[in-house]
């Protein structure tokens, strides 16, 4: 079955650390950039941050620069996202996301997020 | 970083009548080389996660209804749902993956008349 599951999420006080997990099952993790993407309360959805299919190249949204880092374990099929310094507007459902692009003469072009999870809630309060 | 914007914000429709959904980029989406439009649309049902409907514009993901369609190239797109049903009550996103950051629209809410 293809699907990806986090786990992690909780409720945190601010300045405090938390981390998601997401494993992969079902396709060839390896070959995929993955995403975070959140979505607070009520709110739209907002891109967080990715990792190429080898870890290679990391991206981050400027709201979460510098407090947040990505990082991918391939034998594991598993991605991760490290929460430090959280602040009450990172209260949200963070959804772990496949990305559907491709490589064209060594250039990555993003794709469509063509799987999620079902999403791990964040709730940063003291 | 590229702009989306949607409209209506939200719109009623009777059952079996037609919802319509613009979307516009502040930037072109279309890359010349393959001539493909780097857009995606997605439906949010209350409590899931979203799921993708179309991408490239106007193609349609596996087991998607075929009254969902989708349309549009350079800045200005639209999702089109031919014959509304209960089931697709629903936010509905699109969304750029042409350059970083992949941005959003805020979301179009489609309720039952």
């Known amino acids: 079955q293809v699907e990806l599951v986090e786990s992690g999420g909780g409720v945190v006080q601010p300045g405090r650390s938390l981390r998601l997990s997401c494993e992969a099952s079902?396709?060839?993790?390896?070959?995929?950039?993955m995403h975070w993407v959140r979505q607070a309360p009520g709110k739209g959805l907002e891109w967080v941050t990715v990792?190429?299919?080898?870890?290679?190249?990391?991206y981050y949204a400027d709201s979460v620069k510098g407090r947040f880092t990505i990082s991918r374990d391939n034998s594991k099929d598993t991605v991760y996202l490290q929460m430090n310094s959280l602040r009450a507007d990172d209260t949200a459902v963070y959804f772990c996301?496949?990305?559907?692009?491709?490589?064209?003469?060594?250039?990555?072009?993003?794709?469509?997020?063509?799987?999620w999870g079902q999403g791990a809630l964040v709730t940063v309060s003291s | 970083d590229i702009v989306m914007t949607q409209s209506p914000d939200s719109l009623a429709v009777s059952l079996g009548e037609r919802a319509t959904i613009n979307c516009k980029s502040s930037?072109?989406?279309?890359?010349?080389?393959?001539?493909?439009?780097?857009l995606a649309w997605y439906q949010q049902k209350s409590g899931h996660p979203p799921k993708l409907l179309v991408s490239?514009?106007?193609t349609r993901e596996s087991g998607v209804p075929d009254r969902f369609s989708g349309s549009g190239s350079g800045t200005d797109f639209s999702l089109t749902i031919s014959s509304l049903q209960a089931e697709d009550v629903a936010v509905y996103y699109c969304?750029?993956?042409?350059?970083?950051?992949?941005?959003f629209g805020p979301g179009t809410k489609v309720e039952i008349k």
């Open positions: 969304q750029q993956y042409y350059s970083s950051p992949l941005t």
């Open positions: 990792t190429w299919h080898d870890g290679s190249k990391k």
């Open positions: 930037q072109s989406v279309l890359h010349s080389p393959n001539n493909k439009n780097y």
């Open positions: 490239w514009s106007s």
């Open positions: 996301v496949r990305d559907g692009g491709y490589y064209d003469t060594n250039l990555y072009h993003y794709g469509p997020y063509d799987l």
């Open positions: 079902g396709f060839i993790f390896s070959r995929y950039a």
